[in-house]
């Protein structure tokens, strides 16, 4: 279920990114602009509120940070669940 929800926000910024480069239509492209801005803010806002388990990453911080900006929850949530 997470690998599906990670697609999804993954499509979301490739259509967004394919938005700013002028290649889907621009209503589309409007949209999915604001979709990927509200996403961004939310996992920006879960990266702050949520850094104690985003730090329970066994690789580098910065990746840790990454993976958290780019999936929110579908990355931190696992790691909170976990057992150190």
Excluded: D
């Amino acid at each position: 279920m997470f690998l599906i929800l990670k697609i999804g926000c993954l499509a979301a910024y490739a259509l967004a990114l394919a938005g700013l480069a002028g290649l889907i239509n621009s209503e589309l492209a409007g949209r999915m602009l604001s979709v990927s801005a509200v996403l961004l803010t939310l996992h920006v806002l879960e990266l702050v509120f949520m850094f104690k388990h985003v730090r329970k990453y066994r690789g580098p911080l910065a990746v840790s940070v990454l993976l958290t900006l780019l999936f929110g929850l579908l990355h931190w949530k696992p790691l909170a669940q976990r057992r150190n």
